[in-house]
């Protein structure tokens, strides 16, 4: 069962970034070969009835299945990035993180109107990260096909930002 192995393979990193947070460090994971296509299945199994034109990852941890998971479904992949780092016209979307703020940014040219859009990223906490993510697809007229996330840290009420959305809202494992 893929919490299973995730729970073994994921590591509780005490006051990091700051005190008093329990980081899930993923990095372990990627250690393990045989586990990433085990993730990569999970997201395929869970997402196998939704129309996905385009795989939207967060900066950064985002990248590293989100890019694997728009090979495997056969559609592009687009970075969100934070400011500064998108060579080409953007757009941009401030956001609210768990340790203070940031600026999100898209190329303009990322996505096409109408298309539907999987926003991924590694770990869904208070939903500030994806809730601007979001809104930059919406602002090039994409549509939300749903959400992925290899963590949830549920307490923390992340996935009630995202209920608005009315699609779906996967985390292979929650806290």
Do not use: W
């Not at 970075?79 to 340790?99: A, D, H, V």
């Not at 959400?147 to 996967?170: H, P, Q, T």
């Amino acid at each position: 069962m893929i919490q299973t192995k995730l729970k073994a393979a994921i590591r509780d990193i005490p006051d990091f970034p700051k005190p008093g947070i329990l980081f899930k460090d993923i990095t372990p994971i990627l250690k393990d070969a045989a586990l990433c296509c085990d993730i990569l299945d999970a997201f395929s199994s869970e997402l196998k009835d939704i129309q996905i034109d385009v795989v939207a990852g967060i900066e950064s941890r985002g990248f590293l299945f989100g890019l694997m998971l728009a090979n495997k479904l056969g559609v592009p992949f687009v970075p969100i990035r934070k400011q500064g780092k998108l060579p080409f016209k953007k757009i941009q979307q401030p956001c609210e993180l768990e340790y203070g703020s940031a600026i999100l940014e898209l190329h303009e040219d990322a996505i096409l109107p109408g298309q539907k859009v999987l926003i991924h990223d590694d770990l869904l906490a208070t939903g500030g990260t994806v809730s601007a993510a979001t809104r930059l697809i919406k602002q090039l007229q994409g549509e939300i096909a749903g959400y992925a996330f290899v963590i949830s840290l549920d307490f923390l009420n992340g996935k009630e930002a995202l209920e608005k959305e009315n699609c779906r809202v996967i985390s292979l494992i929650s806290y």
